[in-house]
T-cell receptor
Framework: ETGVTQSPTHLIKTRGQQVTLRCSSQ?????VSWYQQALGQGPQFIFQ???????GRGNFPPRFSGLQFPNYSSELNVNALELDDSALYLC?????????????FGPGTRLTVL | AQSVSQHNHHVILSEAASLELGCNYS??????LFWYVQYPGQHLQLLLK??????LVKGIKGFEAEFIKSKFSFNLRKPSVQWSDTAEYFC?????????????FGTGTRLKVLA
């Protein structure tokens, strides 16, 4: 166990809807990264938050947005859901330190878009 | 574009066989390197990591990996696999000068160990 928790574990939505996924960081970690893992693929970087600000973004459209709260927990919001958004969404927490950057992953939220 | 290649998508071994999983990356600068494992029904777990120093790193459960800078490779090895090593293995690279701590993952290698 890494101490990173995510909710919910599973979610079913229909195309066009909006979804919010939540992540609680490991104690002492100030950075949260979100990844999308499609079936049969490796995780792909969506974005990262550090001290409540976005600190880097992958190749995802603006309908993917996020928040980080003062307690370092985080949300991933996806608007106008598309079928291709069906995937496992992973949250990873870390301490922002260039030399010791190791990300610890939560169990993920499985999103199915119908 | 930065990328990570894992050439073996599926590997089947018998118990006690030796394992080597390949990982190559495309990035010319300094990198941090990781191997993660995902057991069936479980979340991604860190197996080992390389930041600097000795290019041969040892991880948990008897795994080790060797960083060969000239080959842009970070192959994972285990001398004798067990049935419990059945899992999916992901290589990840963090370009340490990227300004963020994003990880670039390979597509993974599914390992099945036959008892």
């Amino acid at each position: 166990e890494t101490g990173v928790t995510q909710s919910p574990t599973h979610l079913i939505k229909t195309r066009g809807q909006q979804v919010t996924l939540r992540c609680s960081s490991q104690s002492g970690h100030n950075t949260v990264s979100w990844y999308q893992q499609a079936l049969g693929q490796g995780p792909q970087f969506i974005f990262q938050y550090y001290r409540e600000e976005e600190n880097g973004r992958g190749n995802f459209p603006p309908r993917f947005s996020g928040l980080q709260f003062p307690n370092y927990s985080s949300e991933l919001n996806v608007n106008a859901l598309e079928l291709d958004d069906s995937a496992l969404y992973l949250c990873a927490s870390s301490v922002e330190d260039l030399l010791l950057s190791t990300q610890y992953f939560g169990p993920g939220t499985r999103l199915t878009v119908l | 574009a930065q990328s990570v290649s894992q050439h073996n998508h599926h590997v089947i071994l018998s118990e006690a066989a030796s394992l080597e999983l390949g990982c190559n990356y495309s990035y010319g600068g300094t990198v941090n390197l990781f191997w993660y494992v995902q057991y069936p029904g479980q979340h991604l777990q860190l197996l080992l990591k390389y930041f600097s120093g000795d290019p041969l790193v040892k991880g948990i459960k008897g795994f080790e990996a060797e960083f060969i800078k000239s080959k842009f490779s970070f192959n994972l090895r285990k001398p004798s696999v067990q049935w419990s090593d059945t899992a999916e293995y992901f290589c990840a690279v963090n370009p340490s000068t990227s300004g963020t701590y994003k990880y670039i993952f390979g597509t993974g290698t599914r390992l099945k160990v036959l008892a």
